[in-house]
């Protein structure tokens, strides 16, 4: 199993990024997928989740109404659109996959028991 997060760079206040995290070796219509963000000195935070299965999608407060969680079945990645970036958005992103949780608590937990993460990829964003 693979995952591949990328896309990540340096963007000012109130633009845009957009996200693809690239997953091999599993199908995601069983699993949840989410992304995280660690920014440096602080706890790992869920940011968005998504699980196929039963149609459920979570966003943290904090990214609401800014970020969208998508999914492209035929090339089996998905996708985290980040717009209107705040300089506290700055972090290392990280897409993670389980097999067990939904997409809430996969997001609130954060990410705990999942053993798919891929390499993170940094988004800084300037004021």
């Known amino acids: 199993v693979q995952l591949q997060a990328s896309g990540g760079g340096l963007v000012q206040a109130g633009g845009s990024l957009r996200l693809p995290c690239a997953v091999s070796?599993?199908?995601?219509?069983?699993?949840?997928i989410g992304w995280f963000r660690q920014a440096p000195g602080k706890k790992r935070e869920g940011v968005s989740c998504?699980?196929?299965?039963?149609?459920?999608?979570y966003y943290a407060d904090f990214v609401k109404g800014r970020f969208a969680i998508s999914r492209d079945n035929a090339k089996n990645t998905v996708y985290l659109q980040m717009d209107l970036l705040k300089p506290e958005d700055t972090a290392v992103y990280y897409c993670?996959?389980?097999?067990?949780?939904?997409?809430?608590?996969?997001?609130?937990?954060?990410?705990?028991?999942?053993?798919?993460w891929g390499k993170g990829t940094l988004v800084t964003v300037s004021s």
């Open positions: 993670a996959v389980d097999l067990a949780w939904g997409a809430e608590p996969f997001c609130r937990l954060p990410g705990y028991g999942s053993d798919h």
């Open positions: 070796g599993l199908s995601l219509d069983d699993y949840a």
């Open positions: 998504m699980r196929e299965s039963d149609s459920t999608t």
